[in-house]
Nanobody
Protein backbone atom coordinates (compact mmCIF):
# COMPACT_ATOMS: atom_id res chain seq x y z
CA UNK A 1 0.00 0.00 0.00
CA UNK A 2 1.33 3.41 -0.99
CA UNK A 3 2.07 5.79 1.86
CA UNK A 4 2.07 9.57 1.53
CA UNK A 5 3.88 12.01 3.84
CA UNK A 6 3.28 15.75 3.54
CA UNK A 7 5.51 18.57 4.76
CA UNK A 8 6.08 22.25 4.17
CA UNK A 9 3.14 23.82 5.96
CA UNK A 10 3.50 26.67 8.40
CA UNK A 11 2.63 30.26 9.24
CA UNK A 12 2.96 32.86 6.49
CA UNK A 13 1.85 36.45 6.06
CA UNK A 14 -0.76 37.39 3.46
CA UNK A 15 0.90 37.70 0.07
CA UNK A 16 3.59 35.21 1.00
CA UNK A 17 4.48 31.82 -0.45
CA UNK A 18 4.84 28.25 0.71
CA UNK A 19 5.73 25.02 -1.06
CA UNK A 20 4.08 21.85 0.16
CA UNK A 21 5.71 18.48 -0.48
CA UNK A 22 4.18 15.01 -0.55
CA UNK A 23 6.62 12.10 -0.63
CA UNK A 24 5.22 8.79 -1.84
CA UNK A 25 6.57 5.40 -0.79
CA UNK A 26 6.65 4.26 -4.42
CA UNK A 27 6.98 5.72 -7.89
CA UNK A 28 4.45 8.41 -8.79
CA UNK A 29 4.27 6.85 -12.23
CA UNK A 30 2.31 3.96 -10.68
CA UNK A 31 -0.33 6.36 -9.39
CA UNK A 32 -3.15 7.33 -11.75
CA UNK A 33 -4.12 10.67 -10.25
CA UNK A 34 -2.74 12.78 -7.42
CA UNK A 35 -4.56 15.65 -5.77
CA UNK A 36 -4.12 18.22 -3.07
CA UNK A 37 -7.14 18.80 -0.84
CA UNK A 38 -7.63 21.24 2.00
CA UNK A 39 -9.95 21.50 4.97
CA UNK A 40 -10.48 24.77 6.77
CA UNK A 41 -11.78 24.86 10.36
CA UNK A 42 -15.51 24.17 10.41
CA UNK A 43 -15.66 23.50 6.67
CA UNK A 44 -15.78 20.44 4.44
CA UNK A 45 -12.66 19.13 2.79
CA UNK A 46 -12.32 20.48 -0.76
CA UNK A 47 -10.25 19.55 -3.76
CA UNK A 48 -7.62 22.16 -4.65
CA UNK A 49 -5.43 20.83 -7.46
CA UNK A 50 -5.04 17.67 -9.53
CA UNK A 51 -2.20 16.13 -11.54
CA UNK A 52 -2.76 13.06 -13.68
CA UNK A 53 -0.16 10.46 -14.55
CA UNK A 54 -0.18 11.89 -18.06
CA UNK A 55 0.71 15.33 -16.75
CA UNK A 56 -2.62 17.12 -17.01
CA UNK A 57 -3.41 19.63 -14.28
CA UNK A 58 -6.44 21.50 -13.03
CA UNK A 59 -7.27 23.78 -10.12
CA UNK A 60 -10.19 25.03 -8.11
CA UNK A 61 -11.11 28.52 -9.35
CA UNK A 62 -10.06 30.27 -6.14
CA UNK A 63 -6.41 29.23 -6.52
CA UNK A 64 -5.96 29.47 -10.30
CA UNK A 65 -2.99 31.66 -11.15
CA UNK A 66 -1.64 31.42 -7.59
CA UNK A 67 -1.04 27.70 -6.95
CA UNK A 68 0.94 25.25 -9.07
CA UNK A 69 0.91 21.46 -8.73
CA UNK A 70 3.93 19.57 -9.99
CA UNK A 71 5.98 16.44 -9.41
CA UNK A 72 9.53 15.17 -9.38
CA UNK A 73 9.27 11.54 -10.40
CA UNK A 74 12.91 10.86 -9.52
CA UNK A 75 12.15 11.86 -5.92
CA UNK A 76 8.65 10.34 -5.78
CA UNK A 77 7.48 13.77 -4.67
CA UNK A 78 4.39 15.83 -5.43
CA UNK A 79 4.51 19.58 -4.83
CA UNK A 80 2.06 22.41 -4.35
CA UNK A 81 3.63 25.82 -4.85
CA UNK A 82 1.38 28.40 -3.24
CA UNK A 83 1.94 32.09 -4.02
CA UNK A 84 0.02 35.24 -3.13
CA UNK A 85 -1.46 33.46 -0.14
CA UNK A 86 -4.62 34.84 1.42
CA UNK A 87 -6.14 34.35 4.88
CA UNK A 88 -8.87 32.24 3.28
CA UNK A 89 -6.20 29.74 2.19
CA UNK A 90 -5.74 28.81 5.86
CA UNK A 91 -6.44 25.08 6.18
CA UNK A 92 -4.97 21.66 6.69
CA UNK A 93 -3.66 20.49 3.32
CA UNK A 94 -3.77 16.82 2.34
CA UNK A 95 -2.11 14.83 -0.40
CA UNK A 96 -4.30 12.18 -2.05
CA UNK A 97 -3.54 9.38 -4.49
CA UNK A 98 -5.98 7.46 -6.66
CA UNK A 99 -4.75 3.96 -7.38
CA UNK A 100 -6.21 1.01 -9.25
CA UNK A 101 -6.65 -0.65 -5.84
CA UNK A 102 -8.28 2.35 -4.16
CA UNK A 103 -7.23 5.63 -2.62
CA UNK A 104 -4.65 6.82 -0.11
CA UNK A 105 -4.49 9.97 2.02
CA UNK A 106 -1.55 11.63 3.70
CA UNK A 107 -1.73 12.85 7.29
CA UNK A 108 -2.00 16.52 6.35
CA UNK A 109 0.11 19.61 6.91
CA UNK A 110 -1.28 22.85 8.37
CA UNK A 111 -1.10 26.19 6.57
CA UNK A 112 -1.94 29.42 8.39
CA UNK A 113 -2.04 32.73 6.52
CA UNK A 114 -2.13 35.57 8.99
CA UNK A 115 -0.44 38.87 9.79
Amino acid sequence: QVQLVESGGGLVQPGGSLRLCCVASESLLTINVMRWYRQAPGKQREWVAVLTRGGNTNYIDSVKGRFTISRDSAKNTLYLQMNSLRPEDTADYYCHATLISGEVWGQGTPVTVSS
